[in-house]
């Protein structure tokens, strides 16, 4: 059944080309996107309410994958993978534009505005390629939950303790997502356009709450102090 869907999904849906322009300054929730308050899945919502949202969210394990689902996620990723850096580069100048206070915590280009200024950053893309480098470990072992256990503990001990991050900048709450993790979702489901079918849907949205369950629980093992203050 995976070998068929792999190939359905290799020749009847090609990846279209990632777009390589920046898109243009948009507002904390963007026209295009549906307010919160609405049931679209790929919404990347405001972060209002955050911090009561993390009071009253448990730390309940995620389904885990199937087999099926991890093979949707390998081959679909293995195509955004070709021009990594690039799809990088693109997710991190969408989640810059859209929640600016995120930028504090990058001294090298925290000050700038302009996507096109953004693009041609090398720390930015430094970064962008250090986001899909980690993508990609936890991709290329989702057959083995300790590897990714220990990949995304380190990703989560790094933030809290070294960068300070707090964590609902990875934020993702049920289906509908948030902050870093629904700017990924939302640029996947752009560039597979009508071909991001259901079931890639259920994968990744699947991964992305693995990977918050994760690194926030590396958040809660240090010992991670919320902050009172309103990163907006």
């Not at 993978?81 to 929640?99: A, H, P």
């Not at 720390?123 to 990949?151: C, F, G, Y």
């Not at 289906?175 to 356009?193: T, W």
């Not at 010992?223 to 309103?230: D, E, Y």
Request: hydrophobic share 35%; aromatic share 10%.
């Amino acid at each position: 059944m995976h070998t068929l869907y792999s190939l359905a999904l290799r020749f009847c849906c090609p990846l279209r080309q990632l777009r390589r322009s920046s898109p243009p300054p948009q507002p904390l929730i963007p026209p295009s996107l549906p307010a919160s308050g609405t049931n679209t899945p790929w919404c990347v919502c405001g972060m209002e309410k955050e911090r009561e949202d993390e009071e009253t969210e448990g730390r309940e394990r995620p389904e885990p994958l199937t087999d099926v689902e991890r093979g949707i996620i390998q081959d679909t990723w293995a195509r955004v993978y070709e021009t990594c850096e690039d799809v990088g580069v693109t997710i991190l100048i969408r989640f810059f534009v859209n929640f600016p206070s995120a930028k504090q915590y990058f001294s090298q280009f925290q000050d700038m505005e302009d996507p096109e200024e953004m693009e041609k950053n090398s720390q930015l893309r430094k970064h962008a390629r250090r986001v899909m480098n980690a993508i990609n470990t936890v991709v290329e072992n989702l057959h083995d939950p300790e590897k990714v256990s220990s990949v995304l503990g380190l990703v989560g001990k790094a933030h809290a303790l070294k960068y300070k991050v707090e964590p609902m900048y990875f934020k993702v709450r049920k289906i509908r997502f948030k902050i870093l993790s629904g700017v990924i979702l939302e640029i996947l489901a752009e560039d597979f356009g009508e071909c991001f079918t259901p079931e890639v849907q259920t994968s990744w949205t699947k991964l992305m709450a693995a990977l918050y369950w994760h690194i926030t629980g590396a958040y809660t093992e240090v010992g991670w102090v919320k902050l009172s203050s309103s990163a907006v």
